[in-house]
C-alpha cells in the first residue's frame, strides 16, 4: 500500500498537500482518475501504512444516505411511542435529508419536553476523526446543551481508573501529570532503568488521538537501550523491546501488579534501600503504607514469597529487582492496559508509591510516566502550545455519568452508582445519540449491551460507515469523512499542525457532523447558542486565533493554509510550567505544594479511604484472575489489547488488518503449551468463551505470551452468526470481537473505569467442518426496504420483508 504514487497535479492539486490524521501526517493528492491518494511523509521515521486505507473515501460500507429503522418510523409517523425492539432486524428506508433532520429535531424535542433532559443520553464516546472543528462528539455536545441539556458521559475507555486516581495522588490533572513525567530524551539522556508495567508496546505508538508530528517513540527508546539503559518489562506478553532481547520480560499473571508492587517495597524497607529523606519531604501516608507492607497493621507482610505466590514470579526474581531500581535514576512507567482491570486504580497509585520510595518523583530523567507506549505523542517533548479545539458549551440541566456504566444505566434507571466520592443516580433514558463512536466496538459484555440497547425508545447514530452500531441504531445520519471537509489539525501530541481543505466532495448524501446538527439546532430554535453565529470558516478561523493567542510567530489562517503543515518551536515559558511541576514541587514542597491536601503526594489518602476502600495502595483480589475459584470451569485469562493493524474498529476491513486475519478471523495468540492442552495448532479455529458469551477465533501460537493467558485484540466488527449459538442461546461472534467475553463492571467506585481486562475464559478448536460452515461476514450493510411497502404494513406484525 505504502508504494502507491501520488500524482498530484494531475487535477490540479497542490503536490504537498498535507493531511494529519491519527496516524500521523501524509501527503494528500488524486490519482489520474480523480481519486484520493495518501503517501507517508517521506520526513517521517518510522511512517504507519495504517491510515493509508483513509482515501478509500468510497468504500461498499459507506452510508450513503439518511436512513431510519422502518418498524421505528412507523411507530413514530403513528404518534406512538416507539420500541426498542427490532433493532438490527427491521429493514431501513432511505429518506430525504429535510425529512431526517425533522424526525431527529421532533424526537429530541419530544424526550426533552415529557422526560426531560436527562432522558437524552450523548455520551458518545469515540475517537471520531483528527481536526479540532470537526469533532463529532464534540459538535453533538453543542448541540444537546443547546437544545437544553442532556447525559454526558464523562472519563474514557482509555485511562479512566488513572484520570480519577493521579488527582488523588498528585493533585495534578491527568494530562498534567502526563506532562510533568519525563519525556523520551530525558530518558534517552538520563535514566538508568526504566521498570514498566505493561511494556513500551510499540505497535499502539502508530498513532495517537487529535494526530502525531510522525512516529518518535521507537527511535527514542532504541537510543536509551543503545546508550545502556536497563529497561525491565513486567507483562504478560512480550513488548518490542522484550520480544528482542532488549528488556528483561518477567511474566506476571494479569491483574496482580499491586501485590508485585507491594513486595519490591517490602524489601526495598527491609534491605533499607528507600530513600527516606525523600518521603518525609515530599510524601503524606508513607508510615501508614509501610505498616501495611511490613504486615503491622493485621494483614500478612508483603513479602517476596507472598507476592510469588499471586503473580507467579519467583520470589528470587522479585527481590533480585527491587534491588535492581535501588540508588538509580528510574522510571516506573505503566501501559494503560494495566488500569484497565477492576482496582486498576490501585496499580497506579502502589506505581506512584514505588516511584516516591525510590526518590525519584521530580527528578530529570525519575519518576512515574502512566501511557509511554501507549500512544505516539505520550513522552514527546512539550511544545506548551495550544491547540483549539472546539469545545462544549454549559450544561446545567443535564447530569455526568461514568461513560463506561452506560449500560449499567439504561438496564437500572433509578439505581445508585458511587463514583468519586459523589453518588449518582441512573437517570431514565429515552433517547441515545452517537456520534463519532462505536458502543459496538468499545463497550465490554456485548450481549449485555444488546439488552440494554433494546431501552431506549429511540437511538441516533451519525457515522460514515455502516458498524453495528449504525446497523442497530433507528435513525442514521451519513458523516462525511476527514477528505471530504476542511478542518485544521495537530499540535496536541507535538508540533506539527496542518491545516486542509476538502480534497474530495461528500460522498453520496454524505454532510458534516457541524451540518447535520446545525440543521437539527434551527428546527429547535437554538442555532445561535449551538454556533454562536458562525458558519465552519469563521470557527475555523476562531479556533487558530485562539491557538495563536499569547504567540507572535505563528502565521494567519491564510498563511497556515498556504503553508498546508507548519512545525512550530516549544514556547520556553509553557515548557517551564508544565513539564517542570513535579521539579518545582521537589525544589522547595513548602512554596510550590501539590494541590492535595496535604500538599505532597499522597501515599495514604482519607478521601478514598472514605470511598469504602483501603486508604492506601493495597492489593485486592478481583473477580477474575489466576486465583479465583472461576479457574476451574475457565482457566485462561483473556487480554484483549488494541490492534496492531487498524485503530480500534476503525478500518478494520482495509488491507492491513485483514492481511492480519485468518480465514477471515482475529487471530488469538495462545502460549503453546495451553494449545498443546487443548489439542489446538496454529491456524486452527477456536471457540473462546465464557459465560457471558462467545467468539470465534483463529489460533496464533507464540511464546511471546506467558502460559494461562491468551490476548485477542480489539478492533474485529461484531459478526453474530445467525446458526452458531452459546450455551445460554445467543448468537458466537464469528469474527474474533473480545467484548463478547469482557466483563462490564466498573473498575472500583473511585473512577467506575472499563475494567475489560478482568476476563477468564475456555477455548477449545472447533471442528473444520463448523469453522467453514460459520465463515465470518462482518462488513456487510443492512437490509433496505422500500417506503411504501413497510409504511402501510402493520407494525405489530413486523415489515414487509
Ligand atoms: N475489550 C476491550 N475493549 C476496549 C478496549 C480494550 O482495551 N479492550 N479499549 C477501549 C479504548 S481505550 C477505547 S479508546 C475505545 C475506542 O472505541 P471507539 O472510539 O468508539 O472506537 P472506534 O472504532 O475508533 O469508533 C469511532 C467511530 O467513529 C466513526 N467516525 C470517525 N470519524 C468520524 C466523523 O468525523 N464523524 C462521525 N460521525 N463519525 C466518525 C468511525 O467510523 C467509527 O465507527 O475502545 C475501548 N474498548
Ligand atoms: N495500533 C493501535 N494503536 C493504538 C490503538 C489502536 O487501536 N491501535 N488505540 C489507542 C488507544 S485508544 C489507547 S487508549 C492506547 C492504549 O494503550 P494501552 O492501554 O497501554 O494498550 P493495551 O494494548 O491495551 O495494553 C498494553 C499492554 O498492557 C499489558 N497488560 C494487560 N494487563 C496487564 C496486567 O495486568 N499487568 C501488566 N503488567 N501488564 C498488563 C499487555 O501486555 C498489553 O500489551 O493505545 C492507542 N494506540
Ligand atoms: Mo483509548
Known amino acids: 500500500m505504502s508504494d502507491r504514487s501520488i500524482e498530484p497535479g494531475a487535477t490540479g492539486t497542490h503536490p504537498t498537500r498535507w493531511l494529519m490524521t491519527h496516524y500521523g501526517p501524509y501527503q494528500a493528492g488524486l ?24 482515501a478509500e473515501v468510497d468504500h461498499r460500507l459507506r452510508i450513503r444516505r439518511p436512513a431510519a429503522r422502518s418498524t421505528w418510523l412507523a411507530a413514530v409517523e403513528a404518534g406512538r411511542d416507539p420500541e426498542g425492539t427490532g433493532r438490527g432486524e427491521a429493514p431501513f428506508v432511505e429518506l430525504p435529508w429535510d425529512e431526517a433532520l425533522d424526525l431527529a429535531a421532533a424526537e429530541l424535542a419530544r424526550i426533552h419536553r415529557d422526560h ?11 475517537w471520531g476523526s483528527a481536526g479540532w472543528f470537526h469533532r463529532a462528539r464534540a459538535q453533538l455536545h453543542r448541540l ?7 447525559t454526558m458521559g464523562v472519563g474514557t475507555y482509555s485511562h479512566g481508573a488513572a484520570e480519577r486516581m493521579i488527582p488523588h495522588v498528585l493533585g495534578l490533572d491527568f494530562a498534567a501529570a502526563g506532562a510533568a513525567a519525563p519525556d523520551w530524551d530525558e530518558i534517552a539522556a538520563t535514566t538508568d532503568i526504566l521498570l514498566s508495567f505493561g511494556g513500551i508496546p510499540l505497535r499502539n505508538t502508530q498513532l495517537d ?63 533499607g534501600l528507600i530513600d527516606r529523606p525523600a518521603l518525609d519531604r515530599l510524601t503524606h501516608g508513607w508510615p501508614v503504607l509501610e505498616a501495611h507492607i511490613l504486615g503491622r497493621d493485621g494483614t500478612p507482610p508483603k513479602t517476596p514469597a507472598w507476592a510469588a505466590g499471586i503473580t507467579g514470579i519467583a520470589d528470587a526474581a522479585i527481590t533480585a529487582l527491587a534491588r535492581r531500581l535501588a540508588g538509580r535514576r528510574a522510571v516506573i512507567a505503566m501501559a494503560w492496559g494495566v488500569q484497565r482491570h477492576q482496582n486498576g486504580e490501585m496499580a497506579v497509585w502502589a506505581a506512584h508509591a514505588l516511584a516516591a520510595a525510590l ?25 506548551g502550545r495550544r491547540p483549539g479545539l472546539i469545545g462544549a458549551l454549559p450544561n446545567p440541566n443535564g447530569m455526568e455519568v461514568p461513560v463506561s456504566r452506560f449500560a449499567d444505566i439504561l438496564l437500572a434507571p433509578g439505581a445508585t452508582i458511587d463514583h468519586d466520592g459523589r453518588r449518582i443516580t441512573a437517570p431514565d433514558i429515552r433517547l441515545v445519540w452517537w456520534a463519532g463512536g462505536n458502543p459496538f466496538h468499545h ?36 458523516a462525511t469523512g476527514p477528505l471530504e471537509r476542511a478542518d485544521i489539525a495537530g499540535g496536541l501530541q507535538g508540533p506539527t499542525i496542518i491545516a486542509a481543505d476538502a480534497l474530495v466532495p461528500p460522498v453520496a448524501e454524505a454532510r458534516d457532523d457541524h451540518a447535520i446538527l446545525a440543521a437539527i439546532a434551527d428546527r429547535l430554535g437554538c442555532r445561535s447558542a449551538f454556533d454562536d453565529g458562525l458558519d465552519a470558516e469563521a470557527w475555523l478561523a476562531r479556533l487558530w486565533d485562539r491557538a495563536r493567542s499569547g504567540t507572535d510567530d505563528l502565521p494567519d489562517l491564510a498563511g497556515l493554509r498556504a503553508a498546508g503543515r507548519i512545525d512550530p518551536p516549544p514556547l520556553p515559558d509553557a515548557v517551564r510550567t508544565r513539564a517542570g511541576r513535579l521539579a518545582r514541587f521537589r525544589a522547595d514542597p513548602a512554596a510550590d505544594p501539590l494541590p492535595t491536601p496535604s500538599g505532597r503526594i499522597e501515599l495514604a489518602s482519607d478521601r478514598i479511604a472514605a470511598m469504602g476502600l483501603p486508604g492506601h495502595p493495597c492489593w485486592q483480589p478481583p473477580a477474575e484472575w489466576a486465583g479465583s475459584d472461576l479457574t476451574a470451569r475457565f482457566p485462561l485469562h483473556l487480554l484483549s489489547p488494541q490492534p496492531a493493524t487498524r485503530l480500534h474498529g476503525q478500518l478494520d476491513h482495509a488491507a492491513p488488518s485483514l492481511a492480519a486475519k485468518h480465514d477471515g478471523r482475529e487471530r488469538v495468540m495462545l502460549h503453546p503449551e495451553d494449545a498443546a492442552a487443548r489439542g489446538i495448532a496454529d491456524g486452527d479455529c477456536v471457540m473462546i468463551w465464557n459465560d457471558r458469551g462467545a467468539c470465534l477465533a483463529a489460533a496464533r501460537l507464540s511464546t511471546d505470551i506467558m502460559p494461562g493467558v491468551a490476548a485477542l485484540p480489539t478492533g474485529a466488527w461484531y459478526d453474530p452468526s445467525p446458526t452458531l449459538k452459546d450455551a445460554a442461546g445467543r448468537p458466537v461472534c464469528r469474527h ?56 402501510t404494513a402493520s407494525p405489530d406484525t413486523g415489515p414487509a420483508a
Open 736 to 791: 474474533g470481537n473480545p467484548n463478547l467475553l469482557t466483563r462490564d463492571a466498573g473498575s472500583s467506585p473511585i473512577a467506575q473505569a472499563p475494567a475489560a481486562q478482568t476476563c477468564l475464559v475456555d477455548i477449545r478448536r472447533v471442528d473444520p467442518a463448523t469453522a467453514a460452515a460459520e465463515r465470518p461476514s462482518p462488513y456487510e450493510g443492512p437490509m433496505f426496504a422500500d417506503r411504501d411497502t413497510v409504511t
Open 31 to 54: 490519482d489520474a482518475a480523480g481519486r484520493p491518494q495518501l503517501a507517508p511523509d517521506p520526513a517521517d521515521p518510522a511512517p504507519t501504512p495504517l491510515g493509508l486505507a483513509l
Open 209 to 271: 488521538w487529535g494526530g502525531i508530528p510522525g512516529h518518535r517513540v521507537g527511535a527514542a527508546l532504541e537510543r536509551a537501550l543503545d546508550r545502556g539503559l536497563d529497561m525491565v518489562t513486567v507483562a504478560p506478553m512480550a513488548d518490542d523491546a522484550a520480544a528482542a532481547g532488549r528488556a528483561r520480560w518477567l511474566r506476571i499473571r494479569p491483574g496482580t501488579d499491586v501485590a508485585l508492587i507491594l513486595a519490591l517495597l517490602h524489601v526495598l524497607v527491609s534491605e
Open 144 to 150: 444537546l446543551a443547546a437544545a437544553g441539556g442532556f
Open 359 to 383: 526518590g525519584q518523583i521530580g527528578l530529570p530523567g525519575g519518576g512515574v510516566g502512566i501511557g509511554y507506549g501507549a500512544g505516539g505523542g505520550f513522552g514527546l517533548p512539550q511544545t
Open 116 to 126: 426531560g433532559p436527562t432522558a437524552i443520553y450523548g455520551g458518545s464516546y469515540g
Open 443 to 478: 463497550h465490554q459484555d456485548l450481549n449485555r449491551l444488546i439488552r440494554a440497547w433494546a431501552v431506549p425508545r429511540t437511538i441516533i447514530v451519525q457515522d460514515m460507515v455502516w458498524t453495528q452500531a449504525a446497523r442497530r441504531a433507528d435513525l442514521v445520519l451519513p
